[in-house]
Structures are given as C-alpha cells and as structure tokens.
C-alpha cells in the first residue's frame, strides 16, 4: 500500500500520531475475510486523500502489533479510528464503508483548507505548523515519516547548532519564518534549527528506514546567510555521494574507499531562491527495496569551511514493513 504506513511498533505509531495533524488507521487481521475485501477500498482512498505530513493513513497488523491494537481497545477487526492533532476523534468497527469514507473526506477538505494546498504554494506554512520546501514529482509521496528517527545520526556537526532530528522537523525553518531569509534574525538565530559541520565542510547522515522503501527523489534546505561579505559564512551542499542499505554509518575514510550507489553535484540553480530547497532526483532503478540510505555531503559551493543543512525529505514510495532488530544489507544495493 504505497501511501499507507505500516506500523511496526508502538514507538513508531506514537511518533506519526503526534507529529501529523490527521491520521487515519486501519487495524486488521490478514486471516480475516472482511479485512481482505475492505483493503483495496481503504487503499484507494489513501492514494486520493494522502496529504504530506497533513492527512496519512497508516495500518496496524493487530496479531504482530498487540500493545498497538490493546492500547486502544481494539478487539474485533477491521476497525478505523482517526487522530486529529494527537487525539482519537473517531472510531468506526466493522466494514462500514460508507460511514469511513464520509469521514475521511471531510477531514481532507479540512486539510487542504489548513494546509495551505501543499504542492501549490512553496514553502508555505499550514496552520498546525507542516512545511515542505519543494513541489512532489508526479506519482510520488512524501515518505519521510519512513525514517526511524531512533537511529539517525550524523557525523561531524557542531554541537552548537541543531540535532540530527533537526533535519526532519515538520516545522518551517526559523530562517525563512522570520521573513529575512538570512538568518541573521534574533529568532533565527536563538533557535538555530539546522545543523552545520564543525571541523570542516562534511557531513555524514545515517538514516535507517522503518520499512523497505523506494527514493525517488531528496528535497534538501539550505539557508545560508546572503552576505557577500563574511567569510565564516556556512555553504550549501555541493557535492554529496549517497550509500543504500548500510548496517550503521560510514567513517569518513571509509566513505573514500567504498563506491557511492549515486554522487550528486548540485549547482547553484538547482536551488529555490524562495524555499532554499534543492531536488535531487535519483537513478530511481538504483533505489529500490532501501532499508537505510546515508548522505554524505563530501563539500560545499564555496570557500568556507562549513556546510549548513536546514531540512531533507524524502520523496518516493514506502513498502513492506521491516524488522528493526535486523538492519541487513539487500542484494547489490549495499553499495560494494
């Protein structure tokens, strides 16, 4: 089910919960008749409402996410409920079709209203706070809530900036909210939401994938100050070598001597003026079945010896759930 999330573990399906405005869930039974007829419904309705970070459908597999389904009472599926800003609005039990799609629309003519027609308008910030920076390639989803925010990391940031997390905040960049665009702002500056490199100009991001998914393309924010005339200024990204399907995060050296599943050589025109977003479409056929992808930004367009990093997304498909106990190598994709 491309635009519907597998939940994989209570962690995860508190996270989504908490971090999108409206979600819908649908807890199932595979071995259930009903469940398998009313699949493709709930499917098609997801491939129509999914809204990026503002209305997403997830699944539960009640047999192999028991805490999931006994947190909420569910005993006999299928049964639907819906979140609104983190809390149950409604819960619908059996194959009541009718009365879940009702539902649903409504709730996603509520979204576009709030969330400012995500796609439409650039960079612009819905009322429950989600921003994207960059339009969706046609055919694909926003699948960032796919990475497992447990075990990113990142190399070689400076302490003084933001987490790791930062990157995927859903937030609009302090930067651009303050309306400068610089940075320089007292609230830009006392928030400090981005992260950049400390001794040098790379950065090293690991992210591992709470499912088996497809990247199609990355939506990187950069917002540099403009000023010409600082020296100590930050870069954005320039030339960045992605790894599919590693175990942990790479070493620095270790980067060097292992070939890169992709090298991506941003100009300076690949970047929006408006959002500071670059996207960087993939060799899609080299990006299937990814269960982690790491992004090393190897240096930065200009002379300073620091790169900064706002936000990524990441666009594409999400697949088949997968076991987080086990974050193995697939095939040829590892990058060897």
């Known amino acids: 089910m491309a635009n519907a999330v597998q939940i994989t573990s209570p962690a995860q399906f508190n996270l989504l919960i908490s971090s999108t405005r409206i979600v819908v869930v649908n807890f199932y039974n595979p071995e259930e008749t009903t469940c398998k007829a009313i699949a493709p419904v709930y499917e098609q309705l997801a491939e129509r409402l999914f809204q990026p970070n503002a209305l997403v459908f997830a699944t539960v597999n009640i047999p192999e996410q028991p805490q999931v389904a006994q947190s909420y009472g569910i005993t006999t599926p299928p049964t639907f409920m819906i979140f609104k800003e983190s809390r149950q609005v409604s819960k619908i039990q059996g194959a009541k079709l009718n009365e879940l799609s009702d539902a649903v629309k409504r709730l996603a003519a509520e979204a576009d209203q ?131 399907n590693r175990a942990h995060n790479l070493g620095f050296e270790e980067a060097d001597d292992i070939p890169a599943t ?59 759930k997968r076991d987080m106990g086990k974050l193995e190598k697939i095939g040829d994709e590892a990058g060897e």
Do not use: C
């Open 262 to 320: 992709q090298t991506l050589e941003l100009k300076p025109t690949d970047w929006n003026e408006e959002t500071g977003t670059a996207k960087a479409e993939l060799r899609f056929v080299k990006f299937q079945n990814i269960s982690s992808l790491v992004v090393f930004v190897v240096d930065g367009d200009g002379e300073s010896d620091k790169v900064r990093l706002d936000r990524v997304r990441i666009i594409g498909d999400s697949g088949e």
């Open 114 to 244: 709030t969330s400012g027609s995500f796609g439409k308008h650039k960079g612009e910030s819905s009322s429950s706070g989600m921003w994207r920076g960059a339009d969706l390639p046609r055919g694909y989803t926003d699948i960032t809530s796919q990475v497992d925010v447990r075990g990113l990391e990142l190399l070689n940031a400076d302490s003084d900036f933001g987490s790791v997390r930062t990157l995927f905040e859903e937030s609009k960049p302090a930067t651009l909210a303050t309306g400068k665009g610089k940075g320089a702002a007292s609230g830009a500056e006392s928030k400090k939401d981005w992260v950049e490199s400390d001794v040098d100009e790379q950065l090293m991001l690991f992210m591992p994938f709470t499912s088996t998914v497809k990247v199609h393309t990355l939506h990187l924010t950069s917002l540099p100050p403009k000023s010409d005339d600082d020296d100590d200024a930050p870069m954005r990204p320039k030339t960045i070598r992605l790894y599919t």
